[in-house]
């Protein structure tokens, strides 16, 4: 028989927001469910913030969220909303919440997602939960993000074919993966793809120590393809010896050094926005999944201004404030991996 809740809002809004990630539609399933689990009725919102503004919403029942556990992108759609970031957007984006009789709203997104559900919440009297969903994996309070699991994979896939040619061709591949400001994604692809070299946003890159070093001890120990990942923000230290016109993307920098350079004739493959979409891996559907019950039960049992994280396999709340203060940064253990990986000749 199913419980009886005692819960503290009676009608809540979902929404995602920033980029999307695959397993958000997992998440949005999960909110909805919850709520109708404990009796609590649930709005989705379109567009983000920008359908909160323009009062863009669906009545979300079970049938509305049917079949999508499987499926990427976001049901509700997803933008950036500039309006929202000015006091008259989030007013116009409150009285939609008062007009709807929300008292509660979960927010499925990134750091900036999290930064207007808590600007929001500062100014008016709703309550509001934020639940990680980025491939950038890039959330400082959280070691686990939706989409993250789904989006490596994807490179991963797509590196591995990559491998073939460029073994059967004897050449050098430079992959460049998403991450405008983070190296989570490009560090746990290159160590699962056997990369010869990874260069990340955090640590600006050398030519000869981040590369040219890298790929002539290959060389020497035998090695005739090479694997280079490369995150789309990363840049080359500007005191390098050997300065690379800025030309195109950080992959297209890298290939023009290593042709110029060591004489190899590099093939350069943006991945880019083929990594934000596909059915999401069992770990994200899973993840999304608790992640959302437990932004329902938060916001049930009187919580506001709460991140959902994802720890040790824990799922649990935190203050938004203080989340949202904590930094990003690489995983130490990733980084101590690959160092060993790429220098073990
Ligand atoms: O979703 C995160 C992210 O993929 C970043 O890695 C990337 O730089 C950015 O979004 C690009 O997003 P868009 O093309 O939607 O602006």
Redesign the pocket.
């Known amino acids: 028989m199913k419980p009886q809740f005692e819960n503290k809002v009676k009608r809540i809004g979902v929404l995602t927001s920033g980029?999307d990630?695959p397993g958000m539609n997992a998440a949005v399933r999960a909110v909805v469910r919850t709520a109708m689990y404990r009796g609590i009725e649930c709005v989705g919102i379109r567009r983000g913030y920008s359908g909160l503004i323009n009062g863009d919403v669906m009545r979300m029942d079970a049938s509305s969220v049917a079949h999508i556990i499987n499926r990427g992108g976001t049901i509700l759609y997803t933008a950036r909303s500039e309006e929202f970031r000015t006091k008259e957007g989030r007013a116009m984006a409150y009285r939609t919440c008062k007009l709807l009789g929300l008292d509660g709203l979960v927010c499925i997104g990134g750091d900036g997602t999290f930064s207007g559900a808590l600007a929001l919440s500062n100014e008016y009297p709703i309550s509001v939960v934020g639940i990680p969903a980025?491939?950038?994996n890039d959330i400082g309070c959280s070691h686990y993000s939706i989409g993250y699991d789904t989006a490596a994979n994807t490179a991963i896939e797509a590196i591995d074919k990559l491998r073939d040619t460029m073994q059967s061709h004897e050449r050098c591949s430079v992959i460049e993966v998403?991450?405008?400001h983070a190296g989570n994604l490009a560090l746990y692809v290159g160590i699962a793809t056997g990369a010869t070299a990874v260069l990340v946003p955090e640590e600006p890159w050398d030519f000869e120590e981040h590369v040219a070093e890298k790929i002539r001890n290959a060389r020497l120990a035998g090695r005739t393809h090479f694997m280079v990942v490369v995150a789309?923000g990363a840049t080359q230290k500007v005191s390098s010896d050997h300065g690379g016109e800025n030309v195109g993307g950080a992959g297209d920098q890298v290939a023009k050094l290593i042709s110029s350079e060591l004489g190899l004739d590099p093939r350069v493959t943006v991945l880019g926005?083929v990594q934000?979409g596909g059915s999401p891996t069992a770990r994200d559907r899973v993840t999304a999944t608790r992640m959302g019950y437990k932004a329902v039960n938060v916001l049930a049992e009187g919580g506001t201004n709460r991140i959902i994280v994802h720890e040790g396999g824990k799922v649990y709340d935190v203050d938004m404030v203080e989340g949202l203060q904590m930094q990003n940064s690489l995983n130490p253990d990733e980084q101590a991996v690959l160092t060993a990986m790429t220098q073990s000749y």
């Open positions: 980029g990630a980025t491939i950038d998403m991450g405008h789309e926005h934000r």
